[in-house]
């Protein structure tokens, strides 16, 4: 079982929409289940509305559902605290810490990752990124970079879509307008970047 944790130092930085989207990555390789445990419960919230192609609990009911899933996804309560980080990066086989590419975001993802210290394995990934050519997202990578920072190579661009998509209760892979096969992309790119730092 690989278990992916995803936390993040404030709202808004889309938490919820990350682990929705690497749940239905990991969906096509085997048995996935996603456990909300957001207190605002967006995900369970999203996936009444429609369907996904893997089960989501809360908190309290994942210790019966995790029995013979092959890839188990976390969506936790932002703004844990030092404690909270170091127990959710226990916990997992990777932590990932999505941030918005601006630069009110860039001191307290640097505070997040020296709470962390040097022996958990984590990635930043870089979300809500504007279209090209606005250039915010390569460069907020550029500098968690020169911070020596693990970062995803994999930016998520922004989009109406995910609205799109949790009015509809599906993940976006599902709602077939041509714009938001490159949303879709996105995600499948950071499951395949997962995927090779396992290996």
Not at 6 to 34: C, M, N, P, R, W
Not at 119 to 139: A, C, H, S, W
Not at 145 to 160: D, E, G, M, S, Y
Request: hydrophobic share 40%; with cysteine.
């Amino acid at each position: 079982m690989k278990i992916i944790t995803v936390t993040g130092y404030k709202g808004g930085i889309a938490k919820s929409t990350t682990a929705i989207h690497l749940a239905t990555f990991f969906s096509e390789f085997g048995q996935t289940l996603l456990v909300d445990g957001d207190l605002n419960r967006t995900s369970l919230a999203w996936a009444e509305r429609g369907q996904f192609p893997f089960e989501v609990v809360n908190q309290h009911k994942a210790m019966k559902a995790i029995s013979g899933k092959e890839y188990v996804i976390i969506d936790t309560p932002a703004r844990p605290d030092s404690d909270e980080l170091a127990e959710l990066a226990d916990g997992c086989d990777l932590l990932i810490l999505p941030t918005t590419p601006d630069v009110v975001s860039l001191q307290p993802m640097m505070q997040t990752a020296r709470d962390l210290g040097d022996d958990v394995f984590y990635r930043v990934l870089i979300t809500i990124v504007p279209p090209y050519p606005n250039k915010e997202g390569q460069m907020m990578k550029q500098e968690l970079q020169k911070a020596n920072l693990p970062v995803f190579n994999t930016l998520i661009r922004r989009t109406t879509g995910y609205q799109q998509a949790a009015m509809k209760g599906v993940p976006i892979r599902d709602l077939k307008t041509g714009d938001l096969r490159k949303a879709w992309q996105d995600y499948k790119n950071l499951g395949k970047e997962i995927q090779e730092l396992w290996q």
